[in-house]
Nanobody, 111 residues
Framework: QVQLVESGGGLVQAGGSLRLSCAAS????????AGWFRQAPGKQRELVAT???????NYADSVKGRFTISRDNTRNTLYLQMNSLRPEDTAVYYC?????WGQGTQVTVSS
């Protein structure tokens, strides 16, 4: 069993930045692709970004050029750097790897 714990969410003004972290209870990101998802109120959960074991990344069109996914295998941690935040980025953000999901962290962007 693996636990994923997100942190780094909060309230930020539009145009600001946040860095989300997802700490795994054991080494998992080096052997599995991982991703960040988000779910806004009343909407379906959507994919934000993914990173492969080889380091290839993909992003939703809505966040391209603003968000960066990365990982530190030595720390068993996945990151999501979010810049130029917009009110429409407001959501609960989840990390996922293999069949494991974190509990989510709230990101609220005020206009």
């Amino acid at each position: 069993q693996v636990q994923l714990v997100e942190s780094g969410g909060g309230l930020v003004q539009a145009g600001g930045s946040l860095r989300l972290s997802c700490a795994a209870s054991r080494s998992i990101f080096s052997i599995n692709a991982a991703g960040w998802f988000r779910q806004a109120p009343g909407k379906q959960r959507e994919l934000v970004a993914t990173i492969s074991t080889g380091g290839s990344t993909n992003y939703a069109d809505s966040v391209k050029g603003r968000f960066t996914i990365s990982r530190d295998n030595t720390r068993n941690t996945l990151y999501l750097q979010m810049n130029s935040l917009r009110p429409e980025d407001t959501a609960v953000y989840y990390c996922a790897c293999s069949t494991y999901w974190g509990q989510g962290t709230q990101v609220t962007v005020s206009s």
